[in-house]
Antibody, heavy 119, light 110 residues
């Protein structure tokens, strides 16, 4: 069965960086894309960007341009999201989600990773 | 503030039919398929409806989606207590060049 398992919660200081992993299993990793979505406490979902797990192509939301980097390790079937220059407003649950290339739906989601930014 | 407008809340009693609207523009709903996600309290979102009106395997046929012009709707019939959740519409958006989420609608089953 398709599973996306994310790394554990993180506590970071303002100005630091965080890297969240998303381990995929149960499907051919390189045939799909991985999107990243975050949700601040009590807020709506916010799309951050996506990576084509096959060729590594990426696309980032303008809201995070320059601060977010998406990568993947095909041998480990794992995608990564790194967010730099953290601010308190980046405190949120970060989700990875699978996407069939050429479509727009996110059909399987990770369990989420809470990133807390606090001094 | 989202470019998609959803009512912040909706409610109904068990067995009733509830509809949640999502209003957008030509750069999103007017040009792309709409997907709907259900987020139960404290859990990750789940794909509920894709390509405007398609249900993934395992989603009950009590859930249905529709679209007209730059607006979309999610209908839930035979409302059940376990339907209490947040619901988000999410098409692609040309301006964002990515997925845009509505503000979410919190459904309460009275």
């Amino acid at each position: 069965q398709v599973q996306l398992v994310q790394s554990g919660a993180e506590l970071k200081k303002p100005g630091a960086s965080v890297k969240v992993s998303c381990k995929a299993s149960g499907y051919t990793f390189t045939s799909y894309a991985i999107h990243w979505v975050r949700q601040a406490p009590g807020q709506r979902l916010e799309w951050m960007g996506w990576i084509n797990a096959g060729n590594g192509d990426t696309k980032y939301s303008q809201n995070f341009q320059g601060r977010v980097t998406l990568t993947r390790d095909t041998s480990a079937t794992t995608a990564y999201m790194e967010l730099s220059s953290l601010k308190s407003e980046d405190t949120a649950v970060y989700y990875c989600a699978r996407n069939v290339l050429g479509t727009t739906q996110l059909d399987y989601w990770g369990q989420g990773t809470l990133v807390t930014v606090s001094s | 503030q989202s470019v998609l407008t959803q009512p912040p809340s909706a409610s109904g009693t068990p067995g009733q039919r509830v509809t949640i609207s999502c209003s957008g523009s030509s750069s999103n709903i007017g040009s792309y398929a709409v997907n709907w996600y259900q987020q139960l309290p404290g859990t990750a979102p789940k794909l509920l409806i894709y390509s405007d009106d398609q249900r993934p395997s395992g989603v009950p046929d009590r859930f249905s989606g529709s679209k007209s012009g730059t607006s979309a709707s999610l209908a839930i019939s035979g409302l059940q207590s376990e339907d209490e959740a947040d619901y988000y519409c999410a098409p692609w958006d040309d301006s964002l060049n990515g997925v845009v989420f509505g503000g979410g609608t919190k459904l309460t089953v009275l």
